[in-house]
């Protein structure tokens, strides 16, 4: 292929976009596109592709210059939030997906998480402070939709979308989160033995923590009056790791902490040291595609309820690998832990399986990657587009904000 694809997510961590965003050069790779992408030296992408039709630009180089015949693959962002080392050519066209509820909805700069725990005050605010920025989103959004440049990974995203941008998505596309199917995995579903062995998987930080914390408390007090020893494994990095392992000296659970494992060693690792998974977002689906019971975990900035409730990942709804809780939600869950464990025990293998069909029913990569080269192919949106339509200045607000910041 003559065009180049730019898959552009410069990120250091171990995340779900920075994975799928992984899977896809090297899917394209193999199609023989002129794959290249933009990362940090050190991101993850840089240190994990070792694809020798892939190439890698260092995202920290002053100007990164893309050239015409280019189509830019990038997680829908606020536009002023396109980086500004890069230079487009005029005829460079774009593509983007959303994976994040958030991605295109202005940020407050203070309170954070209690904006994102009251989300009726957040929209206030931005309406009140940040309208110009709302509407920049808005004029955004709706070129992306009329040049077939967006699609979105599921309905939470969408829904999101709507509710803080006051309008109704007629044409939302949605491509979910995909994952390669090895039908070796599926055969190593085994029954409940005798110990519970649970595993989190993903970031201990940000919006994920609080999901973490109910996960280890209710599991704690299942343990005080049950006599069954449980294992946690908290595969991943983050911000809030210390705070884990701080509480675990004191804790009834025994813990054991794993920073990263490559796909190869987690899936191995998973099938055969994890009766339950409990995660979010991609890593949910690592859990589904190895038959692993797997329970999906919910986005929260806040200390959840004692009555919350987990679902299943064959319980997903709208491709939902993840709902946003505030004060108003608390999600759509129906299982409390007594009742999770004690599925386990009685019908681990059954449940593995399902988890495993919903997997390969949804979010199979083929068939997903498939359709994300026929979009791909169909966007029409240009940087001559997108700079004449005046949404990627950031404004007086935002410049002070990345002043502050930096």
């Known amino acids: 292929m003559n065009i180049n694809l730019y898959l552009i997510f410069p990120y250091k961590g171990a995340g779900g976009v920075s994975v799928l965003f992984k899977r896809v050069a090297e899917w394209f790779a193999d199609k023989n596109y002129n794959v290249k992408v933009i990362d940090f030296q050190d991101g993850f992408m840089s240190k994990n592709i070792n694809h020798h039709n892939i190439e890698k630009v260092d995202f920290t180089l002053s100007k990164i210059k893309i050239p015409k015949n280019s189509i830019c693959l990038m997680q829908l962002m606020t536009p002023w939030s396109i980086y500004k080392n890069l230079e487009f050519h005029e005829e460079t066209r774009f593509f983007f997906w959303n994976c994040h509820p958030n991605n295109l909805i202005p940020s407050i700069p203070i309170f954070y998480n209690f904006f994102e725990n009251h989300l009726t005050y957040k929209k206030f605010v931005i309406n009140l402070f940040f309208l110009k920025y709302k509407k920049k989103s808005i004029t955004f959004l709706n ?79 299942y343990r005080a009056v049950h006599d069954l020893k449980i294992i946690i494994n908290i595969i991943g990095q983050g911000e809030d790791l210390e705070k884990i392992k701080s509480h675990s000296r004191n804790s009834n659970l025994e813990f054991k902490f794993i920073d990263y494992l490559n796909t190869p060693d987690l899936h191995s690792f998973l099938s055969k040291n994890t009766d339950i998974l409990f995660a979010m977002g991609t890593s949910s689906l690592e859990g589904g595609v190895c038959s692993i019971p797997t329970i999906i975990l919910d986005i929260c900035f806040k200390n959840l309820n004692s009555d919350y409730k987990y679902k299943w990942l064959f319980e997903s709804k709208g491709f939902n690998l993840a709902e946003l809780l505030h004060h108003n939600y608390s999600g759509s869950g129906i299982h409390n832990i007594e009742t999770v464990i004690e599925e386990i025990i009685a019908n681990k293998k059954n449940i593995g399986d399902l988890c495993r069909n919903y997997v390969e029913n949804n979010h199979n990569s083929d068939l997903i990657f498939s359709n994300l080269h026929s979009n791909i192919n169909k966007t029409s949106l240009s940087w001559k587009n997108l700079a004449s339509s005046n949404v990627t200045k950031a404004g007086l607000a935002y410049s002070i904000r990345k002043y502050f910041k930096n």
Do not use: C, H, Y
Not at 167 to 180: C, D
Not at 193 to 209: I, P
């Open 143 to 221: 070129l992306l939709l009329k040049n077939q440049s967006v699609v979105f990974m599921d309905d939470v995203n969408i829904k999101n979308t709507e509710f803080f941008l006051d309008l109704k998505i007629n044409k939302a596309e949605k491509l979910p989160i995909p994952i390669p199917i090895n039908k070796r995995l599926k055969e190593m579903n085994k029954k409940f033995q005798n110990n519970l062995n649970v595993s989190w998987l993903g970031r201990v930080e940000d919006f994920k923590t609080k999901s973490l914390e109910k996960v280890i408390s209710d599991l704690e007090d």
